[in-house]
């Protein structure tokens, strides 16, 4: 079936540098994405969404990027600092519907001092 | 900010009990989830509701039921706990509005069932 995936399962930088992370998706009828931030021993926490009909959107030293012809994802993540070190997933809205999300397994983001 | 509340951070119960995990949302939110996490799995949705007293299956209902008499409070059941429902429990809430909304999650609840 179709679903979210991830690039890499572990992404590790040092503090300071810029971060990017990655997400496939395969539903082409999906017109919602989210990325996740979910630290250890707490819930996933929401870091910024899109809507298909913007290629990118920015946040507070967040930026994400959608690439509908590849259907691909990227939250980049400015000057990276210890405490973005977490797990990213990102969750896309299975289809069309407008509440029911499918999550990525995550990517771990370590940040080296 | 959100508000999502979960009444028990970590949980142990026996094969067989019949456990209840609430959940309480502060932000007047229609839409409530319940998720569950494992490694290697990700979340995958259980049931949610869109409304009081409205309940739709997720994608692994099988073993759960849920409960919605309030709009703020939304509460998972395991009927007879088994071993393979151990795991992290999520809960979520995200408003009807026009067009798409973000979920926003409690802090989870894992319960180990022995």
């Known amino acids: 079936g179709e679903s979210v995936g991830l690039h890499l399962p572990t992404l590790s930088v040092q503090e300071g540098d810029n971060s990017i992370i990655n997400c496939a998706y395969s539903?082409?009828?999906?017109?919602?994405f989210i990325w996740y931030k979910q630290e250890s021993g707490k819930g996933p926490q929401f870091i910024i969404d899109?809507?298909?009909?913007?290629d990118k959107r920015q946040g507070q030293r967040v930026t994400v990027l959608l690439n509908k012809t590849v259907k691909h994802l990227s939250l980049q993540i400015a000057a990276t600092q210890p405490g973005d070190s977490a797990v990213y997933f990102c969750?896309?809205?299975?289809?069309?519907?407008?509440?029911?999300?499918?999550f990525g397994k995550g990517t771990l983001l370590t940040v080296n001092p | 900010d959100v508000k999502v509340t979960q009444s028990s951070r970590y949980l142990v119960k026996r094969t067989g009990e019949k456990v209840f995990l609430e959940c309480v949302q502060d932000?007047?939110?229609?839409?409530m989830f319940w998720y569950r996490q494992d490694p290697g799995l990700g979340l995958r949705l259980i049931y949610f509701?869109?409304?009081?007293?409205?309940?739709e299956k997720g994608d692994i209902p099988e073993g759960y039921s849920v409960s919605r008499e309030k709009k703020e409070r939304f509460s998972l059941i395991l009927e007879s706990a088994s071993t393979n429902q151990t795991s992290m429990y999520l809960c979520?809430?995200?408003?009807?509005?026009?067009?798409?909304?973000?979920?926003?999650f409690g802090d989870g609840t894992r319960l180990s069932i022995l």
């Open positions: 899109i809507r298909s009909n913007m």
């Open positions: 539903n082409s009828a999906s017109d919602y």
């Open positions: 509701s869109y409304d009081v007293k409205m309940k």
């Open positions: 979520a809430s995200s408003p009807r509005g026009v067009g798409n909304q973000p979920q926003h």
């Open positions: 932000m007047d939110h229609e839409n």
């Open positions: 969750a896309e809205n299975s289809g069309g519907s407008n509440y029911k999300l499918t």
